[in-house]
């Protein structure tokens, strides 16, 4: 029979697929050869689709230790490596996208966008620094490394996160709209984010300080 946790982990896990399931229909309902031909509208929804979803599970995953504390709840704390595993997966959905979609997976074309489009190296950089996260994202790693070793392994996931909000910044200002509504709304989840983080570190510690006073 499998515990509470586990079964909340699975239910998360099918509900997390089915943002890509839906997308994939909308895009074949687009164009059922919407995989191999030159179809621009095909390629910013599906590029734009399953860069909000990165964001989406990134921002879960956040989310979950602030919950966790300020609830005294548990399973806050039992999503968040799950959240966080289909955060990079949606990254990399997003980086399947740009190849596939995008580029025809001519990776000579994407070498070259690399570095004429400023915006693609921290988009890039966003997804080196989640790949070691979602590699050590099992128990049996988190026994390997440590607790305390895997904690500080995955503070990388702040700086991953500013890099993809630079990633759309830049993005964003490449496109000519002056339109930066979509980076203003991340920036502000973010900020909001880190400020409850704070907050309850100091919180922590005014209590710790308190209680040695005693």
């Not at 979803?53 to 979950?64: N, Q, T």
């Not at 289909?86 to 990254?91: D, N, R, S």
């Not at 994407?110 to 570095?115: L, N």
Request: aromatic content about 12%.
């Amino acid at each position: 029979m499998l515990k509470p946790a586990n079964l909340l982990r699975a239910l998360v896990c099918v509900l997390s697929v089915l943002p890509a399931l839906d997308l994939w229909r909308v895009l074949r309902g687009m164009n059922p050869e919407w995989l191999t031909a030159f179809d621009y509208p095909v390629f910013a929804l599906s590029i734009a689709a399953s860069g909000t979803w990165a964001f989406i599970f990134l921002f879960l995953a956040l989310a979950c230790s602030p919950v966790q504390r300020l609830t005294r709840m548990r399973w806050p704390g039992e999503l968040r490596r799950t959240l966080g595993l289909f955060a990079f997966l949606y990254a990399l959905l997003h980086l399947a996208v740009y190849l596939v979609i995008g580029q025809k997976l001519r990776l000579d074309y994407a070498w070259d966008d690399a570095f004429l489009m400023k915006s693609r190296l921290p988009g890039w950089a966003a997804l080196i620094l989640l790949l070691p996260l979602a590699v050590t994202s099992t128990d049996g790693m988190v026994r390997l490394l440590g607790g305390k070793s895997w904690k500080r392994l995955h503070l990388l996931v702040f700086p991953a996160t500013a890099l993809a909000v630079w990633h759309m910044a830049w993005t964003q200002n490449e496109s000519g709209t002056n339109d930066f509504h979509r980076t203003r709304n991340v920036v502000v989840v973010f900020a909001i984010l880190i400020l409850v983080r704070v907050l309850l570190k100091l919180q922590k510690l005014v209590a710790t300080r308190s209680s040695r006073a005693r």
